[in-house]
């Protein structure tokens, strides 16, 4: 476990002059986080970095102010994501040129059709174990060459049998089918495409380059190409931040962010939880949590996340559950959102980017609270995704004041 002193989410242009604890603020209130693997993270410069275990990754993805970016385990099942080298090539060939990837190294690798040959153009990754039904999810960096159409798929080692549907990116005009994509520095694009196989139990992915007319199946002039790094396929319904490989499997283990012992920071009487964020996952009987406890299921004030527009609460005071695990609508959670939930004085409240989403009069209020949890109080279903800020108030803030601080 690593505790994070350096790691501080300043508040917005917001000042009610209440007193709160930004966490982490302090000794005190350092937040305590666990990985135990290496994980990447996109830094301040936008270039793809490999952290070392235990480090946190402030992340720049979307620009400006970094995100905690928290995430599941997950393995990259293709054994030579950076070097392609021991990839087959159908009708293409694979050589090296000078330029950045967007982990920062040079010498990128470029993917030409074979002159004269007259059908598709692929090349293809090793075979990987697949479970069938369960969602993969491909992701691959790609750059325009002179071809600036691509299109990738994981099917079972012949092409034709059973995979995915085929996702086509077209970089001029940024337009893809069956997938998303990711904009990166120097022209780099992330592309993804998640999709599940009926009944096959392995898989490969396949890229083919299109000519420059848009063509899939083409007589080549050898002069049709595009550059590629950093494939992935991995387990899950969206693709989490690369894994590197070289010659094997690789997994990044799952980040755990929590802090106890901070009765001082709360006043279990009254207060509001306020953070901004995005979340990855959802959609568990438990939902994915974030919560205030005593330790126990006693004391207890939970934020549920159940889908991307479905969010959740419990409070229990002295053993006692005051609110249910109920399910409000809200605006999107899977884009940066601003939440605030209030306790005390009679008062209990949750606003999400500036409108009232639930309030009740309860009389009651939680005593001892002294733990954050990004997770349930006994440490499941925990939260996944982006943290931009955290607070503690330590007064139950007004409506007027609440509407102000989580206007986004």
């Known amino acids: 476990m690593s505790t994070i002193p350096s790691l501080k989410f300043e508040p917005l242009a917001y000042n009610t002059g209440v007193a709160y604890s930004q966490l982490p603020t302090d000794g005190s209130g350092d937040l305590d986080f666990t990985r135990s693997s290496k994980a990447t993270r996109v830094n301040n410069n936008g270039e793809i970095e490999l952290m070392d275990n235990s480090i946190p990754r402030l992340d720049y993805t979307d620009g400006g102010c970094p995100s905690l970016l928290l995430e599941p ?45 007259n059908s598709t153009h692929r090349f293809f990754s090793n075979t990987v174990a697949i479970t069938p039904t369960e969602d993969y999810t491909i992701s691959v960096y790609v750059k325009k060459g002179t071809s600036s159409k691509v299109d990738i798929v994981l099917r079972t080692p012949t092409e034709a049998g059973d995979g995915f549907n085929t996702c086509v990116f077209d970089m001029n005009n940024e337009t893809i089918s069956n997938g998303t994509f990711e904009v990166f520095n120097d022209d780099w694009y992330r592309v993804q495409s998640t999709d599940s196989f009926n009944t096959s139990t392995t898989g490969k992915v396949f890229i083919y380059v299109y000519n ?52 001082h920071l709360i ?39 159940y889908s991307e527009t479905q969010l959740g609460l419990r409070f229990n005071a002295v053993g006692t559950q005051l609110v249910q695990q109920t399910i409000y609508t809200v605006s999107s959670l899977s884009v940066n959102s601003k939440i605030a939930v209030r306790w005390g ?50 007064t139950a803030l007004t409506d007027e004041e609440l509407t102000d601080l989580t206007t986004i």
């Open 73 to 117: 385990a997950s393995a990259n099942l293709i054994t030579e994501g950076n070097d392609i080298s021991n990839w087959a090539f159908g009708r293409t060939t694979r050589t090296v040129t000078n330029g950045v990837n967007p982990d920062g190294t040079a010498e990128q690798v470029v993917v030409s059709a074979s002159a004269g040959t």
């Open 212 to 263: 420059e007319s848009g063509d899939k199946s083409y007589i080549a002039t050898g002069n049709e190409n595009l550059y590629i790094w950093g494939t992935q396929i991995e387990q899950g319904s969206y693709a989490t931040s690369y894994i590197p490989t070289n010659g094997s499997i690789a997994t990044r283990l799952a980040e755990t962010l929590e802090r106890d012992n901070i009765s």
């Open 267 to 305: 006043n279990s009487e009254e207060g509001v939880l306020y953070f901004e964020g995005s979340a990855l996952e959802w959609g568990s009987s438990a939902g994915h949590q974030v919560s205030l406890s005593d330790g126990s299921g006693n004391n207890r004030i939970m934020i549920f996340i």
């Open 345 to 394: 004085n009679g008062n209990y409240s949750i606003y999400q980017n500036g409108l009232s989403i639930y309030t009740q009069a309860i009389a009651s209020s939680p005593i001892g609270l002294s733990k954050l949890n990004f997770s349930s109080v006994t440490e499941t279903s925990p939260f996944y995704g982006n943290i931009k800020d955290l607070r503690i108030y330590k």
